[in-house]
């Protein structure tokens, strides 16, 4: 099992950027896929980056694709989610999520998560 932490939320205005960081325990993070979700009240948890284990490979939600960067370094057991040009349609709460293979595509589920952090983006 992977344990996670996010940081890095907050408020900004929009157009602004932000940095989540995801501090991640447990012999197994290198070899996992990791992924970003998020979630407003009311709605469903939406995944909206993903990266495999290596770095090599990424995939991006619609909604964020040429505006969030999602990274991870193995060596500091860290992910990393770049958000730029941040909208208000982006505030909700961010969560990282370990899953339970080593790429993001196929049959995969996220087993272990973050508590989340806060993104607020006002007008």
């Known amino acids: 099992q992977v344990q996670l932490v996010e940081s890095g939320g907050g408020l900004v205005q929009a157009g602004g950027s932000l940095r989540l960081s995801c501090a991640a325990s447990?012999?197994?993070?290198?070899?996992?896929?990791m992924g970003w979700f998020r979630q407003v009240p009311a709605k469903e948890r939406e995944l909206i980056a993903a990266?495999?284990?290596?770095?090599?490979?990424?995939w991006y939600n619609d909604s964020v694709k040429g505006r969030f960067t999602i990274s991870r370094d193995n060596v500091k057991n860290m992910v990393y989610l770049q958000m730029n040009d941040l909208k208000p349609v982006d505030t909700a709460v961010y969560y990282c999520?370990?899953?339970?293979?080593?790429?993001?595509?196929?049959?995969?589920?996220?087993?272990?998560w973050g508590q989340g952090t806060q993104v607020t983006v006002s007008t």
């Open positions: 999520a370990a899953a339970n293979a080593p790429s993001w595509y196929g049959a995969v589920e996220y087993i272990s």
């Open positions: 990266i495999s284990w290596s770095g090599a490979s990424t």
């Open positions: 447990g012999r197994t993070f290198s070899n996992t896929a």
